[in-house]
């Protein structure tokens, strides 16, 4: 698997791999086998940021990270999760019309169907959510 690598600043690492499974596999892959030098590693929609304890570690990173390619792993045991919710929000209509749902089969796939935390948001305890 080709993914595009871009510098963020001085010390960092953007893997572009274009689908949410690939960024997950790589998260999980360098989480369990971190880089030499390497801080921390944060997992988004399609893309996983590497970030390094220095330039050099940076510039290393880059030439292995081009030529990984991380196997699917088993995933843990999850742990779930159920969250209480109540349809009555401004814009449940509007959001029923926009899918071509009435707003009984709206609220029956949402609660029929069961969602993944794929990865924190940009506020804290905001996890992106996926089928």
């Excluded at 510039?59 to 742990?79: F, I, V």
């Amino acid at each position: 698997m080709s993914a595009a690598i871009h510098r963020v600043g001085t010390r960092a690492l953007l893997v572009e791999l274009g689908e949410l499974d690939l960024a997950l596999r790589w998260h999980a892959h360098l989480s369990a086998h971190p880089l030499p030098g390497q801080r921390e590693v944060i997992a988004a929609a399609a893309t996983v940021l590497v970030v390094l304890d220095s330039a050099r570690h940076a510039e290393r990173a880059a030439r292995t990270l081009g030529s990984l390619n991380p196997q699917a792993t088993t995933a843990s045991s999850p742990r779930e999760v159920e969250v209480k919710v109540i349809y009555d929000g401004p814009d449940l209509e509007s959001t029923a019309d926009l899918l071509g749902l009435s707003r009984e089969e709206l609220i029956a796939w949402h609660t029929g169907t069961r969602w993944r935390a794929a990865f924190g948001g940009f506020a804290p305890g905001f996890a992106y959510c996926v089928p």
